[in-house]
């Protein structure tokens, strides 16, 4: 199997270097590639795709670059690289830093002294229940109702009682979270929430916070649960690397796409922003659905998605980097 370059996490730095994450042998030798500034902490592995990796040996490998970045954390400011990135050629991982030079010198900027705190907060369905029940006088009464028909209740009668559950839970739900957002904010200079993994998980969201907060907010974390009285249960995890808010995805388009994209915009291969502009726009008028039939619409669909990747490719080139945006990231 062919090696290729496993990227764990861009620091700043100019110097190349190896240095010891762990005697486990599970743990890859990691070394730096540095261009002007910054650097990648990265190893050499096997080259692999991670998108078909099986299960259980993608958890293992997890494992091992969270712990890699964990560690490089101790020692320098790091912003972490999607799980999985890898290239092929150290001087891919060159062009990759020298195209990325302006962003990685921003993030690192606004990440220098920061950490992220993790908070996960429970409840007791159980519990939950038992309290809305108590608490809600519709269903207090459905339930009454539903109790003095004895055998005769329908599944009808059954369902509107689940219904009206549902969103006492989920209205529920959304004032603890309301509730601990705004406990928890002003403690932290930014906050990413998460999906949550199930009923009885009601938070789940990222804190990135300076290091010198980080007594404080585990102080508005002790309030908060008093001001709750243990209705829930919180843990916090970290300090961590700011996954959630500074993780860097590299963007690499495939060769054949180049090609094919070229062909539906009928352009040779030397490429510029304004030819892939121009041959844009007079396929675009000739094939739009305002002017076409129904056939050629699909047509206009194919010329657009080329428009795209051409234009993506000429502005960034075969490979550059971004922030991961998390898909359930707010402000």
Known sequence: MTDGIYMYG?????????????????????????SQDV????????????????????VKDLAIHNFVVEKAMERFTILPVKFGTMLKTRDEVMALLDKGQPLFREMLGRMVGHIELDVVARWEMPEVLTSIARENTQIRARQQAIAQKGGQVSIEDKIVLGQYIGRAVQEKKAHYQQTMVQALR?????????DLASDEMIFNAA?????????????AVDVLDQQLESRVHFRIVGPLPPYSFATMEVKRFDSASIEEAKKVLQL???????????AYYQ???????????????GEFQRINAAYTTLH?????????PQVYQWPDKTK
């Not at 030397?270 to 502009?277: F, G, I, Q, T």
């Open 39 to 58: 650097a990648v902490v990265a190893s050499i592995n096997p080259f692999t795709r991670y998108e078909s990796l099986e299960q259980g040996q993608a």
């Open 186 to 194: 002003p403690e932290a200079e930014d906050v990413c929430q998460h």
């Open 283 to 297: 396929l675009a008028r000739a094939y739009h659905p305002d002017t076409s039939n129904v056939e050629e619409a």
């Open 207 to 219: 804190f990135l916070l300076p290091r010198q907060r980080e007594d404080a907010f585990y102080h």
């Open 268 to 278: 040779p291969d030397e490429l510029s922003d304004r030819s892939v502009r121009d």
């Open 312 to 320: 993506d490719f000429v502005t960034n080139g075969m490979i550059y």
């Open 10 to 34: 861009i620091i700043p730095g100019s110097d190349s270097q190896g240095f010891s994450i762990s005697d486990n042998p599970a743990v890859p030798q990691v070394f730096t590639i540095s």
